[in-house]
C-alpha cells in the first residue's frame, strides 16, 4: 500500500523492468500511476502489471487500455505471480531485441499478453 | 455464519466464507484448511485490532476484520514472508492488515449489488463508529487456534471512507 507518483519512484530506480501496480493506493489509484508512466518516453519499456481483485474487474480493461500490459487477480499464489513476471519479462526481452533490429522504433505501447 | 434479513442488502455468507478461505490459504498459509469458521461462542479478541474498507455502490458496504494483537503480528508475518521471530512494528502490522482486509473486501464487492468504488483501508486499535448501521452478514473464523470476526454493514448514504474511482 505505499505509493507515491511513478516519477518519483521511477527515477530513483532507472533499472526497473517490471512494475507490479496494486489500484487501490493512497496518493494515486493503479490507473492514475499507469496514465502517467505512459506519458513518459523513457518508461515505455517498463512492463506494467495491475494487481487488483475480482471486484474491481472492469478497471482491468481501463488500465489494459491506458497501457498496462498484464494483470494478475488477487489472491495469488507465488507461483502465479512468477508465471505472470517471467511472461511480462520474456515479451519484454522480446520487444528490446526487436526495436535494437529497428522494428517498433515508435511504437507507443504494447500488450504483453 | 449469520445474515441479517429484511430490507437490507442482502450477501451470500457462503460466498464470503469461501472468499476470507481462499484469500488465506492462497496468500497467507499456502494451504486450506488453515482458516475454518467458527461455531459456538467465539472466544473474546484478546488487544482487538480492526481494519475495514468501505464499497461505495447504491449503499455502503462496510467490510470490517478484527483481530486480536498476537494473532495479527502472525499474520502479518506469514503474509510478509517473515521469520516467526521477527518483530512487528505498526507499520508492518498496518500494511498487512489492510492488505487483509483490502483483498477481502475487493473480492466483496462483486457480491455487494450496484459494489462500485473501494475504499483504502483503515486501521485502528478501536471498532470504527458505523453510526448505528445495521449488520449485514456476521462470520467468524480460527485461524491458527485464534479467533478473527469478518462483518459486513451497511452504512448510510453518502457514509464511511471515500471510495477510489
Redesign the interface.
Known amino acids: 500500500?505505499?505509493a507515491v507518483r511513478p516519477s518519483i519512484r521511477l527515477e530513483a530506480h532507472p533499472d526497473v523492468v517490471l512494475c507490479c501496480i496494486?489500484?487501490?493506493?493512497?496518493v494515486m489509484?493503479g490507473f492514475e500511476f499507469v496514465v502517467e508512466a505512459r506519458k513518459r518516453q523513457e518508461w515505455r519499456d517498463i512492463t506494467l502489471m495491475m494487481v487488483?481483485?475480482?471486484?474491481?474487474?472492469d478497471q482491468i480493461v481501463r488500465a489494459l487500455a491506458a497501457g498496462a500490459h498484464e494483470y494478475v487477480i488477487?489472491?495469488?499464489?507465488p507461483e502465479i505471480m512468477l508465471d505472470k513476471a517471467r511472461g511480462s519479462l520474456a515479451c519484454w526481452t522480446r520487444r528490446c531485441r526487436h526495436e535494437r533490429r529497428g522494428g517498433l522504433a515508435s511504437h507507443g505501447g504494447w500488450r504483453g499478453h | 455464519m449469520s445474515a441479517v434479513a429484511g430490507s437490507l442488502p442482502t450477501v451470500d455468507g457462503e460466498a464470503i466464507e469461501a472468499i476470507a478461505q481462499?484469500?488465506f490459504a492462497?496468500?497467507v498459509d499456502?494451504e486450506h484448511g488453515v482458516l475454518v469458521p467458527g461455531y459456538g461462542e467465539m472466544a473474546p479478541l484478546v488487544d482487538a485490532r480492526f481494519t475495514w474498507v468501505d464499497?461505495h455502490g447504491e449503499t455502503v458496504t462496510r467490510v470490517l476484520v478484527a483481530v486480536g494483537r498476537s494473532t495479527g503480528d502472525m499474520l502479518t508475518r506469514a503474509l510478509l514472508a517473515l521469520p516467526d521471530d521477527a518483530p512487528i512494528g505498526d507499520a508492518d502490522f498496518a500494511?498487512a492488515a489492510?492488505?487483509v482486509v483490502?483483498?477481502i473486501?475487493?473480492?466483496?464487492?462483486?457480491?455487494?449489488h450496484g459494489?462500485g468504488a473501494?475504499s483504502?483501508?483503515q486501521v485502528a486499535d478501536a471498532a470504527p463508529d458505523c453510526g448505528g448501521a445495521p449488520l449485514i452478514s456476521e462470520t467468524w473464523f480460527t485461524w491458527r487456534g485464534a479467533p478473527l470476526t469478518l462483518t459486513l454493514w451497511n452504512l448510510p448514504e453518502h457514509a464511511g471512507s471515500a471510495g477510489?474511482?
Do not use: A, Q, Y
Open positions: 500500500m505505499t496494486d489500484w487501490n493506493m493512497p489509484t487488483t481483485t475480482e471486484g474491481e474487474h488477487k489472491p495469488f499464489t | 481462499d484469500f492462497t496468500m499456502g464499497v500494511d489492510g492488505e483490502n483483498v473486501g475487493g473480492n466483496i464487492k462483486s457480491l455487494v459494489g473501494l483504502l483501508p477510489r474511482p
